[in-house]
């Protein structure tokens, strides 16, 4: 995709937003800073690694701090995508099904751990109050249970007609990403594209589909008013049909890795 391309399809979505009126409900809000909050909310990166960051890690700096990195895009941890084997395994378990109040999510996001246990300290670290409300929203009423949508085997579960529709419908995703997914190249010159993602990635696929890219012109389909469902089938059509597409979850075999954004470790997911 030219730059000038880019660019029109940013005014165009800017214009959109301003005639509308519209802006992103607080839980959505908490979605892109489940992802890389410092993206969304202007905060200088952190530097070092997240104290509960634990020794059997693998990574180290910034991504210690993304919530995706120690809890999976399948909001799972350990007990998902990020089992043992997997190259971002923590042994950190899922916040999926938390039982925490309101209340004590916010406290345990933003204290440290020596007023709450486990407590993240994220208050020091750069999340204001409004964002970790929006992260409890989000923890709240955005969770899925994404075995649902995706199969064990990393397969999109879902109808690849209605998903192809909604790819190619006006604004949706066709005219940024292209009818075959290619406009836009994440690694450049590698070719890793929507269809890439889709079949390395389904997790991290359905996060991004659902709340948008942080700091990028790319919407959330929930804000759209779209189903996790419809978005299940938007990945089944990348999966299936797009360029980098593979028709099965190409995670068997070798993960790309953008670093910002692709969390698959070229592992087999758990039985
Ligand atoms: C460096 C790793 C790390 C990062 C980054 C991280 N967490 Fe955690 N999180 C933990 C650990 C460790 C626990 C405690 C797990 C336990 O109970 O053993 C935890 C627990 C939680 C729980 C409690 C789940 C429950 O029901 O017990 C929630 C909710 C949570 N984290 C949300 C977040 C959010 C939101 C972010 C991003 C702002 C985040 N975490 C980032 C390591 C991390
Ligand atoms: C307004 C333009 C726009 C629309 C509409 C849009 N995207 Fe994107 N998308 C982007 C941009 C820009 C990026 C970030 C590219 C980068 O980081 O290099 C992106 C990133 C992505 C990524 C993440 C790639 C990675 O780095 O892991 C996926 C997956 C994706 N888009 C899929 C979709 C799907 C599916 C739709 C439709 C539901 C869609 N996008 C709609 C512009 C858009």
Request: glycine share 14%; charged share 20%.
């Amino acid at each position: 995709m030219s730059l000038r391309r880019i660019a029109g399809v940013t005014l165009l979505v800017s214009a959109m937003f301003l005639l509308t009126g519209v802006c992103v409900a607080d839980e959505l809000r908490g979605g892109l800073l489940w992802d890389k909050w410092w993206k969304v909310n202007g905060s200088p990166a952190p530097t070092g690694d997240h104290p509960l960051y634990p020794p059997e890690g693998s990574r180290t700096g910034d991504t210690t701090f993304r919530c995706k990195e120690c809890h999976g895009w399948d909001y799972k941890g350990v007990d998902g995508a990020y089992a043992p084997g997997s190259s971002h395994f923590t042994g950190i378990p899922g916040v999926f099904g938390t039982t925490l109040s309101a209340g004590e999510l916010f406290d345990l996001i933003k204290n440290p751990s020596s007023t709450t246990p486990n407590g993240h300290d994220f208050g020091t670290f750069g999340l204001a109050d409004f964002d970790i409300q929006d992260l409890v929203d989000f923890l709240l009423i955005e969770l899925i249970d994404t075995d649902l949508y995706i199969s064990q085997q990393g397969i999109f579960q879902g109808d690849e007609v209605m998903g192809e529709e909604d790819y190619n419908n006006d604004a949706v995703c066709r005219v940024c990403h292209g009818t075959d997914g290619t406009n836009i190249d994440f690694d450049p010159p590698d070719g890793v594209y929507v269809g890439t993602i889709a079949s390395e990635n389904p997790w991290e696929f359905i996060h991004k589909v659902r709340f948008g890219q942080p700091d990028t012109a790319m919407p959330s389909w929930i804000q759209r008013g779209g189903s996790d469902q419809e978005a299940a089938n938007i990945g089944r059509h990348a999966q299936f049909n797009l360029v980098g597409g593979t028709g099965e979850a190409s995670f068997f075999e070798d993960g790309f890795e953008s670093g910002d954004t692709s969390g698959w470790s070229g592992q087999a997911p758990p039985p």
